[in-house]
């Protein structure tokens, strides 16, 4: 089978669901995804904030926008001041 990514009306959903508590199996039949899949994204795109928890969740635009472009997380991360 074909490696196809996550779309970003695929991310919009999972983020929308995810923000409501729906389990990893109900996400997967949602976007016709398998559930390891809706795992691996989660967990690459969630944020999690320690200061600010109102912040926490997943967004996944920003997440499609990483996928769109794979260099420009490692470009953000070596733009910060150190």
């Known amino acids: ?3 196809v990514e996550l779309g970003h009306r695929e991310r919009r959903i999972i983020q929308t669901l995810s923000g409501q508590s729906m ?3 109900g996400l997967a ?3 016709s995804r398998h559930r390891s899949t ?3 994204d989660l967990k690459r795109n ?4 320690e200061a600010e928890h109102e912040l926490n ?3 996944g635009s920003i997440a499609h926008g990483f996928a769109a472009d794979p260099g420009l997380a ?3 991360e070596l733009a ?3």
């Open 38 to 40: 809706i795992c691996r």
């Open 23 to 25: 389990r990893m199996a």
């Open 46 to 49: 969630c944020c999690r904030f």
């Open 1 to 3: 089978m074909a490696h």
């Open 80 to 82: 910060k001041p150190t």
């Open 74 to 76: 490692l470009r953000e």
């Open 57 to 59: 969740g997943c967004y």
């Open 29 to 31: 039949q949602q976007v």
